[in-house]
């Protein structure tokens, strides 16, 4: 397929220089690498009394991209838009409900029909700020980006949680890492994403758990990650941090058989759960991109973790993560015995 690209600023100076120093059409192409065709419409377009100025064509060729650009019509009739909007934001009409009634109520007039597409498109690129919030909060899905589920230019997720569940609303002390017992989860995944493992790493120690995944559905997720955590005291298991990843569909089981809260990262922001994307990195010198993650056992696993937890770790003055550990263990365990 062939593409072209419209003259620039640079190409058309060009042309006015070589122009005035006499240069014909084939050699001024060949500087620079267009057609002479190209060349000579350019000229012939833009040469007004045997001159031709590279400032005026630019000029001239923004005026005539303004003329060929279609007005969107929901711009060029404030009636139309001022009754998109009515039904939109004060009645909660559809897109589509609001095509079909204008078709209805003004079967004669072409100028007051829309189609639900450019009503979409209206609201996703003209308004802005609150206005723009209202507009797309007034859609059925409330999407803050268009695109198909599940594609980088869409905010979709199936995941359903409460407003209290998103990070924003996670209490301080586990954004501070002050106290230990919240935990970051993930999923690596073997090759062609028939495997996976699952990744749990505690805040503040940087304790590590792997669990062995039967696969990536929400159900062995959930069982994955409930057997690995049942072994930790409860005073140790107050919360986990994960993605908007389809897998975690269960949490409302997870989080009550665990007794405890799950929050989750906003969409496309790993750097929330900075501890889990580390841990990850880590976790790949043992279990390469591209390798079939079924082929280890939960034996296998727990000795990464293993290596993992007795590994100096600069962030802690080169103490281990198993040593933070053991020292929070045996501290929690002091205060439970008090307590009681």
């Known amino acids: 397929m062939t593409y072209y690209d419209h003259l620039g600023p640079e190409e058309r100076a060009v042309i006015m220089l070589e122009r005035d120093r006499g240069a014909s059409l084939r050699q001024i192409a060949s500087r620079l690498g267009r057609s002479p065709s190209t060349v000579s419409r350019e000229l012939k377009r833009n040469t007004q009394s045997s001159e031709y100025c590279a400032t005026r064509a630019g000029k001239a060729y923004q005026r005539r991209r303004e003329r060929c650009v279609k007005?969107?019509?929901?711009?060029?009739?404030?009636?139309?838009?001022?009754?998109?909007?009515?039904?939109?934001?004060?009645?909660?009409w559809s897109p589509e409900q609001i095509a079909a009634t204008l078709k209805i109520r003004y079967p004669e007039r072409a100028d007051m029909h829309v189609s639900p597409e450019t009503i979409y498109a209206h609201i996703y690129a003209y308004p802005r700020g609150e206005f723009r919030k209202l507009c797309v909060e007034s859609l059925r899905r409330g999407k803050s980006k268009r695109g198909p589920r599940g594609s980088r230019e869409s905010n979709y997720s199936s995941l359903k949680i409460a407003p209290e569940q998103r990070i924003a609303s996670r209490p301080a002390a586990v954004n501070s890492r002050e106290i230990a017992g919240h935990w970051e989860g993930d999923l690596i995944v073997g090759a062609?994403?028939?495997?996976?493992?699952?990744?749990?790493?505690?805040?503040?120690?940087?304790?590590?758990?792997?669990?062995?995944?039967?696969?990536?559905?929400?159900?062995?997720?959930?069982?994955?990650?409930?057997?690995?955590?049942?072994?930790?005291?409860d005073f140790l298991r107050l919360s986990m941090t994960y993605d908007?990843?389809?897998?975690?569909?269960?949490?409302p089981l997870m989080s009550r058989h665990l007794d405890l809260k799950i929050y989750f990262a906003d969409c496309k922001a790993p750097w929330q759960r900075g501890s889990s994307e580390n841990i990850n990195g880590l976790i790949r010198q043992f279990l390469p991109k591209g390798e079939d993650l079924k082929k280890?056992?939960?034996?296998?696993?727990?000795?990464i973790a293993f290596l993992l937890n007795t590994r100096p770790r600069k962030r802690f003055g080169f103490r281990t993560p198993q040593d933070l550990m053991e020292k929070e263990l045996e501290e929690g365990l002091i205060r439970v015995a008090l307590d009681s």
């Open 192 to 233: 062609m994403n028939q495997s996976c493992v699952g990744t749990l790493v505690e805040r503040k120690t940087g304790f590590v758990i792997l669990a062995r995944m039967e696969s990536k559905s929400a159900s062995h997720v959930r069982e994955g990650f409930e057997l690995s955590m049942a072994h930790v005291p």
């Open 244 to 251: 908007r990843g389809a897998e975690m569909a269960e949490h």
């Open 71 to 92: 007005p969107r019509k929901l711009v060029a009739n404030p009636a139309l838009w001022q009754f998109v909007e009515s039904q939109l934001v004060s009645d909660k």
């Open 296 to 303: 280890h056992d939960q034996a296998e696993l727990d000795y």
